[in-house]
């Protein structure tokens, strides 16, 4: 079974990074040593239980207040990874799923429910995140720059390709004079399939980055 199940699923455009050629490695030191903020949520901590999941992406992301209570635990990670105002997202936020591969075990196939709902926070960076500031106005830059995307190992790369059916991007490469662009050929995989959805064809120039 795939990732894209409903029509909400069509937004999400997949960035993955193979571990071995350690683009993310790079590029990841690259926007820290530009000032990004850098979001690395382990996907083999997530493994382990729900419960190691959500404390997880609460420590990825620094969160500083208490848990609610109540509600779906999930639910509220996703709420909070797609507002951060508590963090300097002034030059731009990386959302990185680490050893996103861990979550594809033969006890979680076919569903794979965890690889899903993880990208499904990936989703609400690229839906929400990036607009969530200018909204909300919780920051002065307006909006946040967001990149993000999800390692995974030359051994499970089919596996995960499989499961995002011929939707994902491989990035193969960045600019290292300016790592914060987004991978050009995913912008216009993006440009190419909105304008699908709009019936136009859509310009670089038209499309933010």
């Known amino acids: 079974m795939g990732f894209y199940k409903d029509e909400s699923d ?3 455009f997949p960035a993955i990074y193979i571990t071995e050629d350690k683009v993310l490695e790079r590029q990841t030191q690259a926007l820290r040593d530009q000032g990004w903020a850098v979001i690395e949520v382990s996907c083999a901590a997530i493994v382990r239980d729900g419960d190691a999941g959500v404390k997880e992406i609460l420590r990825a992301i620094e969160f500083p207040y208490d848990m609610p209570t109540v509600g779906d635990p999930v639910g509220w990670t996703e709420e909070f990874i797609e507002d951060l105002h508590w963090l300097d997202l002034s030059k731009g936020v990386f ?5 996103y591969d ?6 979680d196939a076919p569903e794979y429910y965890n690889a899903k709902r993880m990208a499904q926070h990936l989703q609400t960076v690229d839906d929400n995140l990036r607009y969530r500031h200018s909204q909300f106005a919780y920051g002065d830059y307006d909006p946040p720059y967001v990149l993000y995307g999800m390692e995974v190992s030359r051994e499970k790369l089919d596996t995960v390709l499989e499961f995002f059916e011929g939707r994902a991007t491989i990035i193969e490469d960045f600019d290292e004079d300016n790592p914060g662009e987004e991978y050009p050929p995913l912008v216009e995989y993006r440009q190419k399939v909105v304008g699908g959805w709009l019936g136009m064809t859509v310009d670089s120039e038209d499309v933010e980055g």
């Open 10 to 12: 069509d937004t999400f």
């Open 102 to 107: 861990a979550l594809f075990s033969v006890h």
């Open 95 to 99: 959302v990185v799923l680490k050893d």
